[in-house]
């Protein structure tokens, strides 16, 4: 699943992974859904594997 992606993705990488815009993206990621941490810089630093978990728990 999602094999064409990095084991780290950007939110724009997350975006195109759950066909969704950036703005939602975002929503995800701060209100934890889509577990993430930001870096020193204020970027978030998204794993694959947590987008694959929430893909997972969404279609449960």
């Known amino acids: 699943m ?3 992606y990095d084991d780290i ?3 724009q ?3 195109k992974m ?3 815009g950036k703005n939602k ?3 995800l990621l701060q209100s934890g859904q889509i577990k993430a941490k930001k870096d020193r810089t ?3 630093v998204i794993q ?3 987008v694959i ?3 997972k728990a969404s279609n449960a």
């Open 2 to 4: 999602f094999n064409q």
């Open 9 to 11: 993705v950007l939110v």
């Open 13 to 15: 990488d997350l975006a």
């Open 18 to 20: 759950l066909k969704i």
């Open 25 to 27: 993206a975002y929503n």
């Open 42 to 44: 204020g970027h978030w």
């Open 48 to 50: 694959k594997t947590a």
């Open 53 to 55: 978990e929430y893909t």
